[in-house]
């Protein structure tokens, strides 16, 4: 078990957030809706898009009802990781990725009631993404990584060298 450090883990959140958002500004800036930038030609492209709902665009006709989900959810999940007193290796990491990516769409969602995408894999036809979905996935998958590895595993021996059958618990 590894000591909770409240402040690392919000600095890292915020250093999530910062992150996506400077992709954000970059992809307006230098992107054009409609308009794509191949970057592997029949593969992957940069696409400037707009989403109002949530991931594959669900929720989008009610996002005011989304931004207040994603708010109080977010607010859960922040203060859960706050008060954390110990994590494994590898958790802490985890709900930063998770909680930066959050924080991400969530600046979008409550400034401009919609969220920037812009990773566009055309070759198997993917929703449209961006960094902070990324780092959302990226500490989902690490979450579940941690939660498996130090799962408690129950080791019998009885019937180990031999025909009997294990004994029932």
Not at 6 to 24: M, T, Y
Not at 25 to 32: E, G, I, T
Not at 123 to 139: K, L, Q
Request: proline content about 5%; overall charge positive; some cysteine.
């Amino acid at each position: 078990m590894i000591k909770s450090n409240r402040w690392n883990l919000l600095l890292w959140i915020v250093c999530f957030a910062l992150l996506d958002q400077g992709s954000k500004w970059l992809a307006k800036a230098y992107l054009s809706p409609g308009v794509s930038l191949p970057i592997i030609p029949g593969v992957f492209q940069l696409s400037l898009a707009f989403n109002t709902g949530a991931a594959f665009s669900l929720l989008r006709h009610q996002p005011q009802l989304l931004s207040i989900f994603t708010t109080l959810l977010f607010i859960v999940l922040l203060t859960y990781a706050l008060v954390r007193s110990q994590f494994v290796k590898g958790e802490q990491l985890a709900m930063a990725l998770i909680l930066g990516g959050a924080l991400g769409n969530l600046v979008d969602r409550l400034s401009t009631g919609r969220v920037t995408d812009y990773f566009d894999v055309i070759a198997i036809h993917y929703p449209i993404f961006n960094v902070a979905d990324s780092f959302i996935f990226v500490g989902v998958v690490l979450m579940i990584g941690t939660v498996f590895k130090n799962a408690p595993v129950k080791v019998t021996t009885a019937g180990a060298n031999s025909h009997e059958p294990p004994a029932q618990s």
